[in-house]
């Protein structure tokens, strides 16, 4: 299968969850004029019992393409939050939440610098492609037993991409 790698916007995903753009809102000045805030930038949901979330450091190493593409994860009971710490561009590849992914609703999306997703939980996903080196805030349930189901591809479902 081809896939086109599309440039990412709120409207071509919100299927798959929030497309984090924190200059697309008004910051607020707050602390005596020497902070601007932007409020409420991704809805972070958490399932099940325990509600706690977690607040994460990953140091991604950068992806060599063309990359092979052979398995899909999700987390069933969390969302998932990838915001880049600097000025760095990675790939999303995402497919509807369902029980198993349907890769004709495949997509794959370049988030530019600055921005970051929120993945809704049980949307399938490919692991974090970041094209350089970069260290990612990442945010999602703090007890991750039981919070992953990963699909791995056929031989004929399996595909390279190029960044």
């Given at each position: ?106 997509n794959i999306f370049r988030v530019d610098q600055g921005n ?48």
């Open positions: 299968m081809n896939y086109e790698i599309k440039k990412i916007t709120k409207d071509n995903f919100s299927e798959f969850g929030d497309f984090i753009n924190p200059y697309e809102k008004s910051g607020e000045d707050i602390n005596s004029n020497t902070t601007k805030s932007y409020f409420d930038l991704a809805n972070i949901e958490i399932l099940n019992e325990d509600k706690r979330v977690r607040l994460n450091l990953f140091d991604a190493k950068k992806r060599l393409f063309p990359l092979k593409i052979d398995m899909l994860e999700n987390h069933p009971f969390s969302s998932q939050i990838f915001f880049p710490l600097g000025a760095c561009d990675f790939l999303v590849i995402a497919c509807p939440a369902s029980s198993k992914p349907n890769l004709k609703n495949l970051g997703i929120n993945l809704k939980p049980r949307v399938w996903h490919f692991p974090l492609i970041s094209i350089k080196d970069a260290k990612f805030i990442t945010i999602d349930k703090k007890i991750a037993k039981n919070n992953l189901e990963i699909y791995n591809f056929t031989k004929l479902e399996t595909f390279t991409i190029n960044g």
